[in-house]
Structure formats: structure tokens, C-alpha cells
């Protein structure tokens, strides 16, 4: 139950921080940038939308597209705009910033993405795109048992019963009197082998066989993201158990 507890609370804390997470990964200038061009769409606006497209997306369509993702919003002011998605990568001098946001519009939800690269101080439209979302992004992605398939359950059992027993045998192996050094045991004990990940929000799931994973199970969420819940093998707690006894008895008979 105090395990339980202690996984409420972080994921509490998460909820709360998420917001103040993000815009630590773009600075006002770079959301100011971003904004700017949103607007710009909005109010239908596309000459300095087009003026700044990189060559690599400009082209005979591009009004044409434009248009079609300045009829997808609202004519309306938004009542809400949030930042939930921040990328910045830095390769040979130049910079690509992608910036996301979702817009609520009464209701009607909206997440907008836009990607500008710096090169020698000129900056480019990179990436622009428009997404209607049915509700918020918190919203799809809040971790709740209801609607959950067979398949999203047996994961998260997996994920729980991998942790249990990796503790149990950590605690295990800690407590007993080994012939060796019981440190190579404890690390085999610590990593799990293997993964199989579900997407908690949509269901989709995965299997990796070549990967190792600390305490063979893990529960990770970006900020507004979906819930990933993983699960590996504990080979190192399993053959411990299994082994417990020898060792045991070889100190004994010692």
C-alpha cells in the first residue's frame, strides 16, 4: 500500500510540474517566433508564412495548404493556449526548434506545431502543421483503468510482478551469506531482459528482445504525452531464487 501511495503522489507532482517543465525547453523568443506564425494563419495572413518556408517545403500547393489548415480553426479567440511539445536540436551550426501548442477553443481542441531551422542568423519555416483533437491532450493521456483491453492489463500485471520479485530477490540476496562476491549477483538481479510496452492511451504495444532494462520494468510519460508501461524479463532474480539454496548451502558447507 505505501508503494502504492508513494506512486500516487509522483504522478501528482508530475501533473502538476508538467507545464512548468516544458517551457524550460524554449525560450520566449523562440515561443514568441512560433506564435507569431500561428497568428499569422489565423487571421489568414500567409504572405509572411510563405516568405519564411525553407525551400524544402515550399512549392505550387503550399497556399493551397495553408488555407485548408486556416479553415480547420476557429474563427473564434482561443480561451486557452498551452505549450505541450518542445524540441531543439543543434547539428554542424544550425538550429531546428519545433514548438507545439494546443489551443481550446470553447471546447473545440486544436494542437498546432510549428518548426523553424536557424542558419547564419536566417530563420526558415521548416514544419507546419494542424491537428483537431476531440478533447485535451491531458485529457486522452490521463492514466485511468476504465476502457483498458485485456492486453493493456496483462502488461501492467507484468510490469508489477517484474518489480515485486526483482525487490524480493534484491532483499534476498542482500540477506544472505554467499561463498563470492555478491555484488556481481546484485547488478544481474537489478536489469530485466527483454521488453514488451504498451501505449497506455491507444493500446498499441510493442516487443523488444535485445534490450535491458533497470528494475525489468519502467513507467514513462512526457510532459502531456501518453503513458508507455514496460515490462521485462527478471532473469537475474529468477535464476537467484532458483540458485538461493546452493549458494546458501556452499557457505554452509564451508
Not at 224 to 245: D, E, M, N, T
Request: some cysteine; charged content about 15%; glycine content about 6%.
Amino acid at each position: 500500500m505505501r508503494h502504492v501511495l508513494c506512486l500516487l503522489v509522483v504522478l501528482l507532482l508530475c501533473a502538476c510540474s508538467q507545464q512548468e517543465m516544458i517551457e524550460k525547453f524554449a525560450s520566449p523568443q523562440e515561443q514568441a517566433t512560433a506564435k507569431g506564425y500561428i497568428d499569422r494563419l489565423r487571421a489568414r495572413d500567409f504572405g509572411p508564412i510563405e516568405s519564411a518556408a525553407d525551400p524544402s517545403v515550399r512549392g505550387p500547393n503550399l497556399h493551397a495548404t495553408l488555407t485548408r489548415m486556416a479553415d480547420m480553426i476557429p474563427a473564434q479567440e482561443p480561451t486557452s493556449v498551452k505549450l505541450v511539445g518542445a524540441q531543439t536540436n543543434w547539428m554542424a551550426g544550425v538550429t531546428r526548434v519545433n514548438l507545439t501548442y494546443e489551443y481550446d477553443f470553447a471546447g473545440k481542441w486544436m494542437v498546432i506545431n510549428v518548426a523553424v531551422r536557424e542558419n547564419g542568423g536566417a530563420k526558415t519555416i521548416v514544419g507546419f502543421n494542424v491537428y483537431p483533437e476531440s478533447q485535451s491532450l491531458e485529457s486522452q493521456n490521463r492514466f485511468t483503468f476504465s476502457g483498458k483491453s485485456a492486453a493493456q492489463y496483462l502488461i501492467l500485471a507484468m510490469a508489477i510482478v517484474a518489480v515485486l520479485l526483482t525487490f524480493y530477490s534484491l532483499v534476498a540476496c542482500v540477506r544472505t551469506k554467499l561463498a563470492g562476491r555478491k555484488w556481481p549477483w546484485i547488478v544481474f538481479i537489478l536489469f530485466g531482459v527483454g521488453s514488451v510496452a504498451v501505449n497506455w492511451s491507444t493500446g498499441e504495444w510493442s516487443i523488444r528482445v535485445l534490450f535491458i532494462q533497470l528494475f525489468s520494468a519502467s513507467a514513462i510519460a512526457q510532459p502531456y504525452g501518453p503513458w508507455i508501461i514496460s515490462a521485462s524479463i527478471p532473469v537475474g532474480a529468477i535464476v537467484f531464487l532458483i540458485q538461493r539454496k546452493k549458494l546458501r548451502a556452499s557457505v554452509a558447507g564451508s
